[in-house]
């Protein structure tokens, strides 16, 4: 921790970056640290690879994201100047997208703070810990550190409570440790507005993403029991159907698992020129295993992802026929 200190003392220009298809940690972690360092003075700006859920766009912050899809010349130059990026909430180079060139190019200093398996990224510094919630908790943690006694902003700490709350499904699970519970304690004294938190991320979807998520469940998933497995999987044509937005397919994916001896699911969405793979898991049956071993992919046990260049209807038949090769991780 001494080391990221000496290395945030030191520096002004700071590039805070998260993976693709941002969630609510990747954004929450972002923000909380683009928050704290812009409060300090320092000259901070947070790059996403693409463009970010409805959902999170009321976040403290928000309006300052540059978006590398949008406006890739101006990340870049941004990058180029940089003397410290932060990486928050991957754990590859490959989820940054486009903007994975202008990364690699950087003579900056790196700082990973991550959550997720196997970190494969080349840094200076990794704040890795894979039994925490979210990389939010670990942002909580560094920052925590650095302030020293201060209590945390009420952006900062509303940034860091919507992190943590989505990437453990409203503290369904990676929360039984009582730190979590001590960490949201000293959040709600930094004064934020926990139900308001919720419903800004619950309540405020578009009536079209709530009939996709009908659709999906009354006509495109399948239950192979003998495999305790389900998917969903949705073309272009059901997606644009359905006005789908960035975000708007975000936790489809858990649904099939709220059957009763159902343990590993998936979700397909077709993109252009490939297919993009969500996978879920209960108890042992390494999700992540599949993905990094057939769809390109990595993740937690229990929540993974990953992509198949290749048609939608390829994909489905690719994943029924390897399935019976993790029988054996099945429960018995
Ligand atoms: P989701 O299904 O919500 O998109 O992703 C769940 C988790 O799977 C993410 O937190 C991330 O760890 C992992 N993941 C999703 N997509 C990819 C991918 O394309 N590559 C890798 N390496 N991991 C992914
Ligand atoms: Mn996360």
């Known amino acids: 921790m001494n080391g990221v200190r000496q290395m945030i003392d030191g520096a002004n220009r700071i590039v805070i970056t998260s993976h693709k298809n941002p969630d609510g940690d990747a954004v929450g972690s972002g923000l909380a640290l683009y928050n704290y360092l812009t409060d300090k003075g320092k000259d901070a700006c947070f790059i996403l690879p693409d463009l970010m859920p409805q959902n999170l766009k009321w976040i ?175 073309t272009k044509k059901e997606l644009e159907a359905f006005n789908n937005q960035q975000g708007d397919t975000e936790g489809l994916v858990n649904y099939p698992l709220t059957i009763d001896g159902i343990n590993f699911s998936a979700l397909f969405t077709e993109k252009d020129g490939l297919t993009k793979c969500s996978f879920r898991s209960r108890g042992t049956f390494p999700a992540n295993k599949v993905a990094a071993e057939r769809f390109s992919g990595g993740g937690h046990l229990n929540a993974a992802g990953g992509e198949f260049h290749k048609t939608i209807g390829k994909t489905i038949y690719y994943f029924e026929k390897v399935l019976p090769e993790y029988e054996q991780y099945l429960e018995k």
């Open 60 to 234: 403290p912050g928000v309006d300052s994201i540059v978006t590398y899809k949008t406006s890739p010349e101006e990340a870049d130059k941004i990058i180029a100047n940089a003397e410290i990026l932060i990486m928050a909430d991957f754990n590859s180079s490959s989820r940054m997208g486009d903007a994975v060139k202008s990364f690699d190019a950087s003579p900056a200093k790196r700082i990973l703070i991550d959550h997720h398996p196997f970190p494969e990224i080349r840094t200076d510094v990794a704040y890795s810990r894979p039994e925490a919630s979210s990389t939010s908790e670990l942002v909580y943690e560094l920052l925590s550190e650095l302030s020293g006694a201060d209590v945390l902003e009420t952006t900062v700490a509303t940034c860091i409570f919507t992190g943590i709350m989505t990437d453990t499904g409203c503290f369904n699970y990676n929360s039984s440790s009582p730190n979590v519970f001590h960490i949201i304690a000293n959040l709600l004294e930094s004064g934020i507005n926990k139900d308001q938190i919720i419903d800004n991320i619950f309540n405020h979807f578009s009536e079209t993403r709530l009939r996709l998520l009908g659709f999906s469940l009354y006509k495109k998933m399948k239950v192979i029991p003998e495999y305790q497995t389900a998917y969903i999987w949705l």
